[in-house]
């Protein structure tokens, strides 16, 4: 059964302090790995899409990197505006499977 | 260009009562899709569509219905309200499979009581 799983579930950071979100995640046949940011009360939001292992994106202070059973979402010298929940998705063949999300704070 | 837009954005029905959410999109997605996302748990798929005409249940299709007879609009029914059914329901789109970006639209809140 595929299954996406993400830590911290919660995660606050003063201003300008980097760190990283971890997503593991089992599936067969992995098709893509998808990072989402959510803001409350909002629907998410598209971030990036891993393909295979080695494979690395960045946008901004966010780059996500892939291994063939875990993705990192290392945040860089976060600012107040990165403050949002961050989802994880597997694609597979027929299905995605999303994980529960880390919410992330920074605290001026 | 609007993407994913869903109505209404708040709902409160009593048990029993029934209802259709509807979501239309002006991407020209084949793909459409009916998630829920619940407290603790990761957005759950509940249909899918994969072009006009077509529809196919996901993870938990039980109590809801769907229908697509035009490419830009699935909609969501709900015929018969219970209160499990409290939930943040949220619709997408992707251009031409499954495994690949989609949009999300604002999400409508619906409280069964």
């Known amino acids: 059964e595929d299954q996406v799983t993400q830590s911290p579930e919660a995660l606050r950071l003063q201003e300008g302090e980097s760190s990283s979100l971890n997503c593991s995640y089992t599936v067969s046949g992995l098709r893509g790995l998808f990072w989402y940011r959510q803001d409350p009360g909002k629907g998410p939001e598209f971030l990036f899409t891993l393909y295979s292992a080695g494979e690395e994106k960045e946008k901004e202070r966010l780059k996500a990197t892939l291994t063939k059973k875990e993705s990192f979402l290392h945040i860089t010298a976060p600012k107040p505006e990165d403050s949002a929940t961050y989802l994880c998705?597997?694609?597979?063949?027929?299905?995605?499977?999303f994980g529960t999300g880390t919410k992330l704070q920074v605290i001026p | 260009n609007a993407g994913v837009t869903q109505t209404p954005k708040f709902r409160v029905l009593k048990t029993g009562q029934s209802m259709t959410l509807l979501c239309a999109q002006d991407m020209n997605h084949e793909y459409m899709y009916w998630y829920r996302q619940d407290p603790g748990m990761g957005l759950r798929l509940i249909h899918y569509?994969?072009?006009?005409?077509?529809?196919a249940k996901g993870e938990v299709p039980d109590g809801y219905n769907v229908s697509r007879l035009k490419k830009q609009n699935f909609l969501l029914g709900l015929e018969s309200a219970a209160p499990s059914q409290t939930s943040v329901y949220f619709c997408?789109?992707?251009?031409?499979?499954?495994?690949?970006?989609?949009?999300f639209g604002q999400g409508t809140r619906l409280t069964v009581v």
């Open positions: 569509s994969v072009g006009e005409g077509t529809t």
């Open positions: 998705a597997s694609g597979g063949y027929q299905k995605v499977t």
């Open positions: 997408a789109s992707s251009q031409n499979r499954i495994s690949t970006e989609a949009f």
